[in-house]
Nanobody, 120 residues
Framework: QVHVVESGGGLVQPGGSLRLSCVVS????????MSWYRQAPGKERELVAA????????NYADSVKGRFTISRDNAKNTVYLQMNSLKPEDSAVYYC?????????????WGQGTQVTVSS
């Protein structure tokens, strides 16, 4: 059974930091690219950061470049999102996604999300 579980969200003041974690089970984590998305009320879900299966390549939304860092530990089946210099506009539900392209299609798993609120 597949599980994708995010944690680490919460309330933080502007300028503060949070580290999100996403632990997976039920599939071979090291074969999947991992991404963090976020969705604020009334807005579409957007890509925040992504990392390749081996961790050699990353990419970020322009709005978070230089402030957020995505990383992964394949031995722990975990992907992280370190968020620094947080702004109120970073407030959203943050989701973890795992994906892998296979012959015939795409394998895709989402977590349930963790709320991040940046407010004074």
């Amino acid at each position: 059974q597949v599980h994708v579980v995010e944690s680490g969200g919460g309330l933080v003041q502007p300028g503060g930091s949070l580290r999100l974690s996403c632990v997976v089970s039920g599939f071979t984590f090291s074969m999947y690219a991992m991404s963090w998305y976020r969705q604020a009320p009334g807005k579409e879900r957007e890509l925040v950061a992504a990392i390749t299966s081996a961790g050699g390549n990353t990419n970020y939304a322009d709005s978070v470049k230089g402030r957020f860092t995505i990383s992964r530990d394949n031995a722990k089946n975990t992907v992280y999102l370190q968020m620094n210099s947080l702004k109120p506009e970073d407030s959203a539900v943050y989701y973890c996604k795992a994906d892998r392209t296979v012959v015939g299609g795409l394998l895709l798993y989402w977590g349930q999300g963790t709320q991040v609120t940046v407010s004074s």
